[in-house]
């Protein structure tokens, strides 16, 4: 009798909770329930009654309402998290009210007495408990039928597995909401210039040794592209934590403030390779540009420089070809020596004891293989530097490495910034702060997309006093890489920055 008075329907439905609403009763019952009524009757019933809502049932706690339209749905969660937080502001933190969201489009079975049931329903009340407190979390089938609907950016948030759902759900979260400090997370703005961020090139293969390939191959590109001046280019410590990870390509363009991802794959397989490539238009989701490279191992460094050539050539003016054209004939170093320093570039992303120990030899066999190897001279010399300031090395004993390796490498390439980022350390190392800001100045000026220079220009303009060219320097750099790797070093950086700018 049941299934024969059941209508099924698609709907968005919003199901909505108190956090902490035990402790809040426990606390103070009939203060908290009669601040609940209060706010739905002045906050939230005024905005369902504006978007269509209808409430399905109402808990202690918490609301499980169904909308006709997602879009109604999404933007009825967005303007109560608002109202809410807007209401609270006043109040106690530990006495206020906030909420979690979830808002899920989906198969929904609707009973004669109003009630709903079925996965639409249950995935909502899922994504509620995933929303931060203040916050909204969207499922993937309503997200698509979001954007341009709403004066609202999005966050994808990957894939999870809810409790008793077969397949894993996309989760987003809206980028202007409010949380329940009350303040707002908004976008970056998109740059006047070509921007562009670089997704880890896949490894097709199971095989944990072509991870290093391919993260290699990303890296070069990454890095070609950031030496052009006309292009604002995401580094690579922020993309990298996107490896194996899902991702969206809409919402990547969101959250990083880019118009452009290029992304790709590499299959190895014995001596040959193949490599995939295209480019994507983040805001359309258009693939403007695509191209597949098969070749030996020995031609990583062609198909490289034929990638980079072809998104140039594709998103960038005639002058910036141009530039590209005359910058990328350079020697390369070998394959073998190319590997070893590639693996040193991981091992420094995670400045650990030892990390930076296990960089030596490697560095070292690449010199050995290629003694004019600036990247491998210069970051022996950063490296070494570092481990000293960490009290690892022996001061006296690090600066003559250093001096040593970085008269090398700049007499092989003046145009690696590494090789200026090693001569700041040796000036951080003797206290010469002219020096340090004139030779990271060098490695922004050959580099203008390194957020790791930047932020080292910052920390030597904080040595010097200079804390609004300091601040300055630092927030572009997080600009360049929001997910920095150093971002505990950068707040240690903006910290001494304040101090100087309080003395």
Known sequence: MATARAERRLAAILAADVVGYSRLVEHDETGTLSALKVLRREVIDPLLAEHQGRIVKLMGDGALVEFGSVVDAVACAVAIQKGVAENQADIPTERRIVFRIGVNLGDVVHELDG???????????????????????????????????????????????????????????????RTAAGTASL?????????????????????????????????????????LKGFFVIARNTMFTYKGKPV?????????????????SVRKSGNRMRVTAQLIDAASDVHLWAERYDGDLGDIFAIQDEITASVVGRIGPELLAAEHARESPKPHHGLD???????????????????????????????????GYAQALAMKGWITMWRAFQGWEDMGYALGLARDVVQQAMAADDKEPWTYLAQAMIAFGTRDNVLAVAAISQAVAINPNSAFAHGQLGLAHANGGRAADAIRCIDYALRLSPREAFLGDFQFYYAMAHFQGAN
């Open 187 to 227: 976008r970056s703005a998109l740059p006047e210039r070509p921007s562009i961020a670089v997704l880890p090139f896949n490894a097709l293969s199971a095989e944990p040794e072509q991870d290093f390939f391919s993260d290699g191959l990303t890296e070069d590109i990454t890095t070609a592209l950031s030496k």
């Open 115 to 177: 009630d709903l049931y079925g996965d639409g329903v249950n995935i909502a009340a899922r994504l509620q408990t995933l929303a931060d407190p203040g916050g909204i979390c969207i499922s993937g089938t309503a997200y698509d039928h979001l954007p341009g609907k709403l004066d609202c950016d999005y966050e994808y948030l990957g894939e999870r597995a809810l409790k008793n759902m077969e397949r894993p759900v996309r989760l987003y979260r809206p980028l202007q909401e």
């Open 248 to 264: 969206d390509v809409r919402a990547i363009g969101h959250e990083l403030g880019v118009r452009y991802v290029l992304e790709g």
């Open 337 to 371: 020596a190319w590997e070893c320093v590639v693996r040193a570039v991981f091992l420094c992303s995670q400045l650990s004891e030892e990390s930076s120990r296990k960089m030596l030899p490697l560095l070292d066999r690449a010199i050995e293989l290629a003694p």
